[in-house]
């Protein structure tokens, strides 16, 4: 089946630094990623949708210069937390999806946690 | 605009009994609909999901659900419950016209005791 990587799978930074996570697709191309955090005991919240090649569309409320989103090819994407502060911890998990698939659904990675001292 | 419901934040179940878990949604156009499960430090993992066509879909590990228009449900079952089924459970939604809009339940967290 559909694989997508994530990685790391854990990060620990000081406050003031950037971190950046990728997330790839393994065995299809990825036309849409989407990003996504979570709290603990939370569901997931959508963040940004990107599409191969183009802008990512960000949910009202995110910061786009604070989460930088790049996806440059069919199978990576990467997510830059800039200049990270404690509040910005959390659980990111990322999803991948290709447009060439009827009915095809988002296939997740296991997820980045991200922990700023 | 979709939206889902999963009643229950906590099922506790005994292993051996039944598994139950709700969804309600809410959509103006038709749905599509999914079941995921997520262990702990993990990312998503499909159990199942409703397209179009027969409205009782099967899943891995011997769970099913059945698409109920009328109701506006989507409830997750399995006949048998296993102390390896205890994980976060998410319903979601998304539509035909845009399938990259996929809203998530809250969650509802199975606990399966021995």
């Known amino acids: 089946g559909a694989v997508v990587s994530q990685h790391p799978s854990w990060v620990i930074c000081k406050s003031g630094t950037s971190v950046k996570i990728e997330c790839r697709s393994l065995d299809f191309q990825a036309t849409t990623m989407f990003w996504y955090r979570q709290f603990p005991k939370q569901s997931l919240m959508l963040m940004a949708t990107?599409?191969?090649?183009?802008?990512?569309?960000?949910e009202q409320g995110v910061e786009k210069d604070k989460f930088l989103i790049n996806h440059a090819s069919l199978t990576l994407s990467t997510l830059t937390v800039t200049s990270a502060h404690p509040e910005d911890s959390s659980f990111y998990i990322c999803s991948a999806k290709s447009s060439r698939v009827s009915n095809q659904p988002q296939h997740f990675g296991d997820g980045t946690r991200l922990s700023i001292l | 605009a979709q939206s889902v419901t999963q009643l229950g934040s906590h099922v506790s179940v005994s292993e051996g009994a039944l598994v139950l878990l709700r969804c309600n949604y809410s959509s103006s156009v038709p749905p599509y609909l999914f079941w995921y499960v997520q262990y702990p430090n993990q990312g998503l993992q499909l159990l199942l999901k409703y397209t179009t066509g027969a409205t009782l879909v099967k899943g891995i590990n011997g769970f099913e659900a059945e698409f109920k228009k009328s109701e506006t449900s989507f409830h997750l079952t399995k006949p048998s419950a296993h102390m390896s089924d205890a994980a976060e459970y998410f319903c979601a939604v998304s539509d035909l016209a845009n399938n990259n809009d996929m809203r998530f339940g809250a969650g509802t967290r199975l606990t399966v005791k021995p």
């Open positions: 990107s599409n191969e090649g183009s802008k990512a569309t960000y």
